[in-house]
């Protein structure tokens, strides 16, 4: 997928909802340039539960709210949304009311335009958007760190896992986890956080603890090292981008708190950093990798 793909399909995410791909596309076109990044119906953490907002410029930190119709019923519960998303992301909310005349909504959008054509040239380290680099590992080797404001996802555990040190060629295949070739003790791992054959995972809606519950009694003694507490994982979870496409999304650094060769069948993990290390490549050898990870590529 290039650049072009990317835009065509994030613009046509919302092509059954006339109102809303009227003032996405405006905005889009008046707007015209291809250094700013958009993303429509964009995942929002808030402190009880989840939003999607309608167009979100990740640089600018601004997103966009489409109001329609419904929304007149409904005007308190959007004001404690909108707060929600303010207070979690610091981000600001714009919105553009549907149900008014067409010059109307056109003015609004005018008006939106203009503003983030002056939060790109009030910002002072405003990087354009490079398209190709957001999802190569060696971005973020250069810079020597992976930062989870930058919400950064990888295509390939492979991806991920050559950030911090390992060479893995691009067709290497393991299962779920490896260890960090650099810093003894700590796991890169890639868990699916939700209900999947044989594990009932999920992350708190403040993304801060992770919850791993074993279902099936054979896995229970999996690899003993991995859940004894105090053991650090850089957690890339398996997810679905704002496209479909499966991703491996960096969520941060946690450590086990909650041992599960005590408790049987469950561990706890808790966000100790959103910011890891990251490390040239280097020649490794096989021994680096879980061996035989059937039983974690459940998890």
Sequence with gaps: MDKLEFICRQLSKAENKIFEHYVITRIWHLLNDTDIKLITQQYVVRPEGRALTDMY?????????????????????DKIREADIINVTGHEVLRVDVTKSLEVINSIVDNIVNKLKVAKKMKSDFKP?????????????????????DDVSFKTMVDAAN????????NAIWKGVVKHPREDGKYIWFPKLYKNEGWDNSISN?????TEVCLDKSKESTYPELKISGTKH??????????????????GEYEVVS????????????????RVKTYNN????????????KTWNKK
Excluded at 206 to 210: A, K, L, P, R
Excluded at 259 to 274: P, Q
Excluded at 282 to 293: K, Y
């Design 129 to 149: 958007w490079d398209f190709e680099a957001e999802q190569n590992p060696l971005t973020y080797i250069s810079r020597g760190y992976i930062d989870l404001k």
């Design 206 to 210: 403040d993304e801060n603890i992770i």
């Design 57 to 77: 410029f990740p640089q600018l930190n601004i997103h966009i709210e489409i109001d329609e119709g419904h929304h007149k019923k409904q005007v308190l519960s």
């Design 282 to 293: 280097v020649i490794l050898s096989d021994t680096l990798a879980v061996p035989s990870l």
């Design 163 to 170: 950030c911090f040190g390992h060479s893995y060629k691009p």
């Design 259 to 274: 041992d599960a060769i005590k408790e049987r069948n469950k561990r706890v993990l808790k966000r100790v950093s959103t």
């Design 234 to 251: 850089i957690v890339f979870a398996r997810v679905k981008s704002s496209l479909g496409d499966t991703m491996y999304r960096f969520k």
